[in-house]
């Protein structure tokens, strides 16, 4: 149908009754179960074609539908929402049952119910007894149940609300989630969960499909359906190969239109999950029946429902199960997001035969059970360890306290006594041994530290909502910690270290180099048919530059690069759009997209009259020259381009513009002539090529200009890299582009640094060194390369993979790197799941960079990446200020009831005193912990790393120092207390005396110790002022206030429920002075020098390496800030005696070595300035770059050079190198100067007298191996 003849969406609309489509809903289902040619011979043979389908839906191809709120309505009403219907929530009361299932409450309970039913035994023969004592009895068997019950609804109300939080979190992130429709003529960006059935979406690279649908038209199409089908190969489709699209499938290359057919639960991917739906139910049923058996495996891991409502493996009392907020399995489709199932699942789509349901579903399970398998963070490793470590001990304590407790009292009553065991006293003698049964679950219940998931949880949770206003979207919760560990950061260029708007500020054409626009009037015609529809074909439609609607720089929308151009031709006063209109993206005969392999774009359209085809060829200088035969001068006239022109014209033209930091586009045609006779550049054809022989079709190319495009550096960006610089963390860019570019932007990012020493390689080069003879990756090759790496240019995602996983694995470090890692495109997916923390680009990501990503950088700025690294260290210090506070009152706690059950056969501290101190300690304390806000404090320290312990050498002094002055406080009390106080001794009484003032006071005091202390608690690193930043945490000081007017209520009111009595004025200000001392005792201890500590004194939480390495993760200042200045000075004067001497050994080595190698292979690697050499170990500076750079050279180094370590004479290191190793003082390019015949000395200092610099063509540039040091 002719495209006038078509009804647009608005006329569909109007005319389809309503509710009745011409084909039905499990007729869309049935047509999507089809594959390949099948599928496209059925389209053909039952609805005559897919234009003819559209009709059926009421839609138009061209048009899409109206967007009418009545027909987008009704398409839901009968098709179903793009939504798969989540899983109700877990109510209240289910949260309650959860945390009610907690071992240490249950025994609890079940013992506290033992001593409540005993109390109201009275044995005969204390009927004459005191009736004050026996009646009080079931206070404390009632108190503690009192207190289990809050524990478990505070436990359930904190679930709940994390929940929510985790709910409204996934809401976000689907929102943010949108796709490209046309709905009445026009592209218009929409949540996918708001696709129907009749839509008509644009398709790109990198998309993830929000639904089924079949090809329209389409370029170069390729797809990953290895989620669907298990197959990793992508599937190339078409609108005659295979038009049929599926919902979770990756876009990989291409672009293209479908229109929609099925969504939601009726689209492939829904069909999938509802089977692993009924599987779960059936799992969870199973699993129910083996916990009744006690066959319950190992993994403890809870299932609650996310935002989607999927079952999603979060924290429950584990340390150790990652937290993934958008688990759905964190691949499953919720509403609006249709993610794949996992990557490496291999789930087969259903063909509507039955026998293929079982397998489907089993394949899915493994999916669902493989994704829910993650590797632990660094915290969570270190604090399951940790966890593991402080409840064996805390068992074991508690069983002594409890055997002690027993064996004391048998010895006492049976032996020292001489009572006998008669029935009628064995109600009190299991009443005894209850009470003391008690003690040692409250011992265990306070040693056990179940605190920790839910202050982990809390910082978590509180962290990533604030860090939603600094513009990181955190996907994974455990990401956001894992920051704080960070040691590496490999970033993308564009956007990310620069501001991502591009334009054309130099251009090249016709021999002239233009720095302003050019006057497209004076051009000859030939370029004039080639250079404004050469941009506007050759790019993707969706790249547009639109008017600003506040009068500000055009919006540009879509590939930045492709904007520039576009702008470049509305520059010079051209239009675009009427190109486009005139060829309309459905017309042209052949599409080569972009891709990390071709790093170029070309694309074939059909001249008028049917005379042949034209193509259009974009991409980076270098790629597309070589592809160059012709070139057209200054009058349009093509002559041929012989590569002695192509390596001037490098040199002369692209090396100054990559220098100064600007991206090299080169554009280019070719004609195909038909029927007639062809020019020199043009290739006569008889038929229409065959446009899959890519080779024979790109090349002998006429050049036709080469611009210059600008992507300033975002001004906050060398602050930035200068803040992770100095809290240790080094930066690395990884980029496609030219390595001068890369270079001048690092430079002016401040990733290269006057007087440091570093590597600038490309991907080419970077390849070579750390590959061995076989060709496989060498660890041991790239654990030399990647310390010193810098600027990785001209790269590919491989590469990136490969460094990204080279650091991982290294053990260099003693303490292991953590790296982070940013990626925009389709294929960074391998290496953003691989680093330990993955960013994608909120604005320019692909979907799919984002599904494999654990934080989305919404403004793709670096500066949201500092700011995630100060608030992963902050939620890393909230751990490690919790677990301060919390094994501080452990210890006091479970030695005073040891040592109390040992000497006075009681505990000073009463089991419903201890829960109450459990319920400040865990659950209080871990809400106002974990809610300090980070400061730029938080960068003045060097990350953690993967093995260093949990718990710090300070932060052992504090727990250690504090237990110590506590234990005297209690145990002074404990023993003097009566006289100091002038009241009756509290020991000695019996299981139901009344409470007495002598353990009221201790209790008291430790609590205003334990209160005193969470205020000291706040500083883990050293600092004095342990105040400050106290005002801006309302929730700790509203949480603390709380709990002082608690206690008072309680010590005073207390009564037998708390085994307290209401104290004196006096009294209580000894209580507080004692607490108040808490303070004061801990500035002494924070002056007690910690460097003095053993080192591993309490190294708890730590995997320590097995042998020593040396640390390279610190990078160049931390040498620079823990380098033995002194040691060093000493050698200054006899070192400069010998430099003159070690000058001449060296001429006189690099000659003998060149004369050995004068074979070496040539490089023409691109372009890199030669460095000075500095020591990176003595360096504190900027220095001359003449002979005291040598000379601090040779007094830090000992050469081992090797006959490849010199270049010949005739190759004389070239500043163009892009593998040189140097210190550098200036990164612009200079001439290659010595006053010495050797090539390792690098340029003299330019206040010296110089001769004239030498000049180095392209095809003299050598590349060179790294000096072995």
């Not at 470590?389 to 304590?397: E, L």
């Not at 500020?505 to 404004?532: L, R």
């Not at 960068?939 to 120092?961: D, H």
């Amino acid at each position: 149908m002719a495209e006038e003849d078509q009804p647009d969406g608005l006329a569909l609309t109007r005319y389809h009754p309503e509710g009745q489509y011409g084909i039905p809903l499990m007729e869309l289902r049935e047509l999507m179960e089809h594959r390949g040619s099948e599928g496209y011979n059925l389209i053909q043979s039952k609805y005559n074609g897919v234009t003819e389908l559209c009709h059926l839906l009421y839609t138009s191809p061209i048009e899409g539908l109206s967007g009418s709120p009545v027909d987008l309505a009704d398409r839901r009403k009968v098709f179903s929402s793009n939504v798969i219907p989540p899983k109700p929530a877990k109510t209240f009361l289910q949260l309650v049952w959860e945390a009610i299932q907690d071992v240490t409450l249950i025994i609890l309970l079940v013992a506290a119910l033992i001593s409540l039913g005993l109390s109201f035994y009275k044995p005969p023969s204390k009927a004459d007894g005191d009736d004050s004592e026996s009646e009080a009895g079931w206070i404390e068997g009632v108190a503690i149940l009192v207190a289990v019950i809050v524990v478990v609804f505070v436990t359930a109300f904190n679930d709940w609300r994390k929940e929510k939080q985790f709910r409204g979190l996934q809401n976000k992130i689907e929102h943010d989630h949108q796709f490209s429709v046309i709905r009445g003529g026009q592209d218009t960006n929409i949540p996918v969960g708001e696709i129907v059935v009749g839509d008509i979406c644009q398709i790109k690279y990198g998309d993830l499909l929000p639904a089924d649908g079949i090809i329209i038209q389409s370029n170069d199409l390729k797809i990953d359906e290895s989620s669907l089908t298990g197959e990793s190969d992508h599937v190339k489709k078409g609108e005659i190969r295979d038009p049929m699209l599926l919902s979770g499938t990756h876009v990989m290359e291409g672009s293209g239109k479908m229109v929609v057919t099925a969504v939601g639960i009726n689209s492939q991917t829904g069909i999938i999950f509802a089977l692993l739906g009924a599987s779960q139910e059936e799992d969870e049923k199973k699993d129910k029946k083996e916990k009744d058996k006690g066959k319950v495996k190992g993994d403890n891991t809870g299932t609650r429902p996310n935002t989607a409502g999927q079952n999603v493996p979060l924290l429950t009392s584990d340390a150790d199960t990652k937290v993934d907020i958008d688990q759905i399995n964190p691949q499953v489709p919720t509403g609006n997001s249709h993610n794949a199932v996992n990557a490496n699942s291999t789930n087969k789509v259903s063909n509507g035969k039955d026998t293929e349901e079982p397998d489907q579903k089993e394949k899915a399970i493994k999916a669902q059970e493989n994704t829910s398998r993650k590797e632990k963070s660094v915290l969570q490793a270190k604090l399951t360890r940790l966890a593991i470590q402080i409840g064996y001990g805390g068992t074991a304590i508690a069983v002594v306290t409890v055997l002690v407790l027993i064996i004391k009292f048998c010895i006492t009553e049976f032996v020292t006594k001489e009572h006998v065991w008669t029935s009628d006293k064995t109600a009190d003698y299991i009443e005894q041994f209850v009470s003391y049964f008690i003690i040692g679950v409250t011992v265990l219940v306070v040693a056990v530290p179940e605190g920790l998931p839910l202050a982990v949880t809390l910082a978590l949770a509180y962290s990533v909502r604030k860090m939603r206003h600094d513009n990181n979207l955190v996907r994974h919760l455990d990401a956001c910690e894992t920051m704080s560990n960070a040691t590496a950061i490999c970033s993308e260029k564009t956007g990310t270290l620069t501001t991502n708007r591009m334009t054309v500020v130099q251009s090249y054409i016709g021999g002239v180099h233009y720095k302003q626009v050019p006057n497209y009037a004076t051009f000859a015609d030939i370029y004039k048919d080639v250079i404004v529809p050469g941009i506007a074909i050759n790019s993707g439609y969706t790249s547009r530059v639109m008017p600003s609607k506040d009068g500000g720089l055009p919006d540009q929308i879509g590939n930045k690069t492709e904007c520039a151009l576009l702008g470049f031709a509305l520059d010079m006063k051209q239009s675009y759009e009427d190109i486009r209109n005139e060829m309309p993206e459905g017309s042209l005969s052949k599409v080569y997209t972009f891709n990390s392999v071709r790093k170029s774009m070309s694309t074939v359209v059909p001249k008028a009259g049917g005379a042949g085809y034209r193509l259009f060829t974009k991409g980076a200088s270098e790629i597309v020259l070589k592809k160059c035969d012709f070139i057209l001068d200054c009058k349009g006239i093509p002559r041929e381009f012989s590569l002695e022109e192509q390596e001037s014209l490098v040199s002369s033209v692209i090396e100054p513009m990559a220098c100064d930091g600007l991206r090299t586009i080169c554009m280019a045609y070719k004609d195909f002539v038909m029927g007639g006779e062809a020019a020199d550049n043009e290739v006569a054809i008889e038929k229409t090529p065959d446009w899959e022989d890519e080779d024979a079709v790109v090349s002998g190319l006429t050049c036709i200009l080469i611009v210059g495009i600008e992507d300033p550096v975002r001004p906050e960006v060398p602050m930035a890299i200068k803040k992770c610089q100095r809290s240790g963390i080094t930066v690395r860019m990884v980029t496609g582009d030219n390595v001068n570019t890369a270079r001048s932007i690092a430079t002016k990012c401040g990733i290269l640094k006057p007087g440091e020493e570093f590597l600038v390689m490309e991907g080419k080069e970077f390849n070579k060194r750390i590959r061995d003879n076989t060709g496989e990756v060498s660890q041991e090759l790239l654990d030399k390369v990647w310390p010193k790496l810098r600027v990785l240019a001209r790269s590919s995602p491989t590469d990136k993979y490969i460094l990204v996983k080279g650091i991982i694995d290294s053990k260099l470090s003693a303490n292991r790197e953590v790296v982070a890692v940013t990626g925009d495109g389709t294929n960074d997916g391998p290496a953003l799941k691989k680093a330990d923390v993955g960013f994608a680009m909120g604005l320019s990501g692909t979907d799919v960079a984002k599904e494999a990503s654990d934080i989305i950088l919404t403004d793709d700025n670096f500066t949201s990446i500092v700011k995630a690294v100060m608030w992963g260290r902050n939620v890393y210090d909230s751990i490690a200020k919790f677990l301060q506070f919390q094994l501080t009152v452990n210890v006091v706690a479970v030695l005073v009831a040891f040592f109390g059950a040992c000497i006075i056969n009681d505990s000073p501290l009463k089991a419903i005193q201890m829960l109450w101190v459990n319920l400040i300690m865990d659950t209080l304390a871990s809400l106002a912990l974990a809610t300090e806000l980070p400061s730029e404090e938080l960068l003045n320290r060097r990350p953690y790393g993967r093995t260093k312990a949990l718990i710090s050498r300070t932060m052992t002094k504090n727990i250690v120092g504090h237990a110590v002055y506590q234990l005297i406080v209690i145990f002074t009390i404990l023993f003097a207390g009566a006289d100091l106080f002038a009241i009756d001794d509290g020991r000695g009484g019996s299981l139901h005396a009344p409470p007495t003032e002598h353990f009221t006071i201790i209790f008291n005091t430790f609590v205003m110790m334990t209160l005193c202390n969470e205020i000291n608690a706040r500083k883990i690193h050293g600092q004095r002022n342990i105040i400050e930043g106290l005002r801006r945490n309302p929730v700790f000081v509203g949480i603390w206030i709380g709990t002082f007017v608690s206690q008072i209520i309680i010590t005073q009111f207390g009564g037998y429920a708390f085994k307290t009595k209401g104290l004196k004025l006096d009294q209580w200000l000894w209580c507080v002075f004692l607490g108040i001392g808490v303070l004061l005792w801990g500035q002494i201890i924070t002056s007690i020098p910690t460097h003095k500590l053993p080192k591993h004194l309490f190294s708890w939480g730590s995997h320590p390496p097995t042998q020593d390495h040396r640390d390279y993760s610190d990078g160049p200042d931390s040498n620079a800030q823990e380098m033995d200045v002194g040691g060093r000075r000493g050698q200054i004067l006899w070192v400069r005696g010998l430099t003159r001497l070690q000058q001449q050994l060296r001429v006189v080595r690099a000659f003998k070595s060149t004369l050995e190698d004068l074979e070496e292979k040539r490089s023409i690697h691109s372009f890199h300035s030669l460095h000075s050499l500095r020591s990176s170990r003595s360096h504190q500076g900027p220095r001359p770059i003449c002979e005291e750079a040598i000379n601090n050279y040779e007094r830090s180094f000992r050469i081992k050079t090797k006959s490849s370590d010199i270049p010949s004479p005739r190759s004389p290191i070239s500043p163009l190198d892009p593998t040189f190793k140097t210190k550098s003082h200036s990164f612009e390019n200079v001439p290659l100067v010595s006053k010495q015949p050797s090539p390792l000395l690098g340029p003299t200092n330019p206040t010296h007298k110089q001769s004239p610099p030498k000049t180095f063509s392209h095809s003299d540039v050598k590349s060179i191996t790294e000096t072995s040091i």
